[in-house]
Nanobody
Framework: QVQLVESGGGLVQAGGSLRLSCAAS????????MAWFRQAPGKEREFVAS????????YYANSVKDRFTISKDNAKNTAYLQMNSLKPEDTAVYYC???????????????WGQGTQVTVSS
């Protein structure tokens, strides 16, 4: 089992920045690819970004490319999502997820955090 706990969400004005963290425990973190998904009110959960076990390969949704950066620190058992130039449409609950091989598909992921709310005001 892998336990994931997100933090770092909050309220920010449009154009601002936030950094989300996802702390992992239970298994060897370096063996896992990580991803971030988000779910806005009334919408389905959608892919945001993912990263391989070593951090060498990263995928992004088109809507966040060039604004968001995913990373992972295997020494700290933590994944991050740096979010810059935030827009009101980025408002959502953000979830981190883990699996052994990188993917952009929600159903592929085995482990999930509880989510952290990000609200971007206009």
């Amino acid at each position: 089992q892998v336990q994931l706990v997100e933090s770092g969400g909050g309220l920010v004005q449009a154009g601002g920045s936030l950094r989300l963290s996802c702390a992992a425990s239970g298994r060897t973190f370096s063996n896992y690819a990580m991803a971030w998904f988000r779910q806005a009110p009334g919408k389905e959960r959608e892919f945001v970004a993912s990263i391989t076990t070593s951090g060498s390969v990263r995928y992004y949704a088109n809507s966040v490319k060039d604004r968001f950066t995913i990373s992972k620190d295997n020494a700290k058992n933590t994944a991050y999502l740096q979010m810059n130039s935030l827009k009101p449409e980025d408002t959502a609950v953000y979830y981190c997820a883990a699996r052994l091989v990188i993917s952009a598909r929600e159903n592929d992921y085995d482990y999930w955090g509880q989510g952290t709310q990000v609200t971007v005001s206009s």
